[in-house]
């Protein structure tokens, strides 16, 4: 039985950036969840509240590092999963690098919808 994240080299930079995600994307989703749970109309409140600040550039900016992050993480915990299930060689190159392309185009994906919530473009497509 592989040993549990034995792809990372335990207190090594992906290691710790794993970690550094997941704390990130867990403390912003609590923050979410408090919003629209405890605040009373917190449904219409969050959208209004998000559709103002949207065209400000620290939210937006908030909005593609969440995205980012969570990407991060979501790609590189389901490689390291496969990893250790054991795929070596020509097919760990393989889900690598298709693990990479899927990932630049839910970036980029992710880019193309905040722009057009904010009403901005930074992308030329």
Wanted: aromatic letters at 16%; a positive charge; zero cysteines.
């Amino acid at each position: 039985m592989a040993e549990h994240y034995s792809s990372f080299e335990r207190g090594g930079r992906r290691w710790l950036w794993q970690r550094i995600t997941a704390a990130f994307l867990v403390i912003v989703l609590a923050f979410h969840f408090f919003l629209l749970h405890f605040v009373h109309h917190a449904d219409e409140v969050t959208f209004a509240m998000s559709s103002a600040r949207m065209e400000q550039w620290t939210y937006y900016s908030l909005m593609i590092l969440f995205l980012v992050t969570a990407t991060f993480h979501g790609v590189n915990g389901v490689f390291n999963a496969l990893v250790n299930q054991g795929i070596e060689g020509t097919r760990k190159t393989a889900v690598k690098w298709t693990l990479v392309a899927a990932s630049l185009l839910l970036i980029v994906q992710g880019v193309r919808t905040a722009n057009a919530w904010a009403g901005i473009s930074l992308l030329p497509f």
